[in-house]
């Protein structure tokens, strides 16, 4: 769908088929030369300055689309309600059953900071200031329920084996 608007794709194998959680046939980019490396490789600046700009393509194509379709239809237009079947968010939802993982380590790390904040040395005043902008935090909010903020596909599993 992205190349139809003339966006580079060359940084992600092609998808020819797909049906949601069952069935997704894609590219072998074996054949366009790519090497599994061994799972502790540790890349040099040039193989991490490429595989960060294909990761920033692959975020800015889903931005750039939801432009484009914005503009298109005359209206705002969003990722995650059009392909919601193959975009879920399973970050900050619940998922099949099992809480948003990242929900839960985000909640237990702003417990954990906010018991920290009781060990701080300083005034009353600081922390309880620290302590109303931790509560107000809406980071996790805004990816699950903001429409105004524009959406875009994450990796999810980056590891050497997948970059």
Not at 109 to 133: G, Q
Request: charged share 30%; aromatic share 16%.
């Amino acid at each position: 769908e992205f190349a139809k608007y003339g966006y580079d794709t060359s940084f992600s194998p092609r998808s020819y088929y797909c049906i949601p959680d069952q069935t997704l046939v894609m590219e072998d980019i074996y054949l366009k030369g790519y090497r599994l490396p061994e799972r502790q490789t540790v890349f040099d600046l040039d193989k991490l300055h490429c595989m960060l700009k294909s990761l920033a393509m692959y975020h800015a194509a889903g931005f750039a689309y939801e432009r484009t379709k914005s503009k298109e239809l005359n209206k705002p237009f969003c990722l995650g309600e059009e392909y919601y079947d193959v975009l879920e968010e399973i970050f900050f939802t619940q998922y099949r059953g099992m809480k948003g993982y990242v929900l839960d380590w985000w909640n237990k790390s702003f417990d954990t900071i906010d018991k920290l904040i009781d060990e701080l040395p300083n005034d009353e005043d600081y922390k309880k200031e620290f302590k109303k902008l931790l509560k107000n935090s809406t980071v996790g909010k805004i990816f699950v329920t903001e429409t105004k903020y524009p959406k875009t596909t994450t990796h999810g599993d980056l590891w050497s084996n997948n970059m």
